[in-house]
Structure formats: structure tokens, C-alpha cells
């Protein structure tokens, strides 16, 4: 959502059957920041 992708797209896109799944992620943040390979892949 920071990159100003709408959260019903990101719902498709993650096979997400309600919004309350995808809260949660949402909450979480992305897993991904800070990792070693970051913008390796």
C-alpha cells in the first residue's frame, strides 16, 4: 500500500479470501524490509 497499490488489488493478487487476513499482513509490515537480499531478486 505504500507504493499506492489499492488494497483490493493486493487482496487478488494474495488469493486473500476476506480483508481481515489481509489486515494482518498489513499489520505485520513487510517481512521482506531489511533482509540481506533485499533488491538482489
Same mark, same amino acid.
Given at each position: 500500500m ?10 487478488? *493478487? !494474495? ?6 487476513? %489481509?489486515?494482518?499482513? @498489513?499489520? *505485520? !509490515? ?6 540481506? %537480499?533485499n533488491?538482489? @531478486?
Amino acid at each position: 500500500m505504500e507504493r499506492g497499490i489499492h488494497p483490493t488489488r493486493l487482496k487478488q *493478487l !494474495g488469493r486473500h479470501k476476506s480483508y481481515a487476513v %489481509l489486515d494482518v499482513y @498489513l499489520e *505485520l !509490515g513487510d517481512p521482506f524490509e531489511g533482509h540481506p %537480499l533485499n533488491g538482489v @531478486l
